[in-house]
Nanobody
Framework: VQLQASGGGLVQAGGSLRLSCAAS??????????MAWFRQAPGKEREFIGG????????VYADSVKARVSISRDIDKNTMYPEMNSLKPEDTAVYYC?????????????????WGQGTQVTVSS
């Protein structure tokens, strides 16, 4: 499975961002995988933001950001669209999308076999 992420860049505090993550290859389109969104800020560990149970179109969010995050998808394009609003400088990080086989813990980084290249998001105050 290959992942192509896009979006991000420089955003003002209070603004919003919308990324996209497109999956291709493997058997992703068969619903045998789930997709999630992580981030890693400088000097910190990578953390789970949210994910999508692809087969059931059910979103799962981290408690720390769930009031500000939503995830949608385009089934035909195998693409996930994570969105975050009310951005803060502490949201500055490299954002990654990742894919895990169905049945694993979608919140756990160790579950994921495939990772996108990461996209930098910088929130200015």
């Amino acid at each position: 499975v290959q992942l192509q992420a896009s979006g991000g860049g420089l955003v003002q505090a209070g603004g919003s961002l919308r990324l996209s993550c497109a999956a291709s290859g493997g058997t992703f389109s068969s619903g045998t995988y789930n997709m999630a969104w992580f981030r890693q800020a400088p000097g910190k560990e990578r953390e789970f933001i949210g994910g999508l149970i692809w087969r059931g179109d059910r979103a799962v969010y981290a408690d720390s950001v769930k009031a500000r995050v939503s995830i949608s998808r385009d089934i035909d394009k195998n693409t996930m669209y994570p969105e975050m609003n009310s951005l803060k400088p502490e949201d500055t990080a490299v954002y990654y999308c990742a894919v895990t086989p169905w049945g694993r813990d979608i919140r756990a980084e160790r579950s994921f076999d495939y990772w996108g290249q990461g996209t930098q998001v910088t929130v200015s105050s």
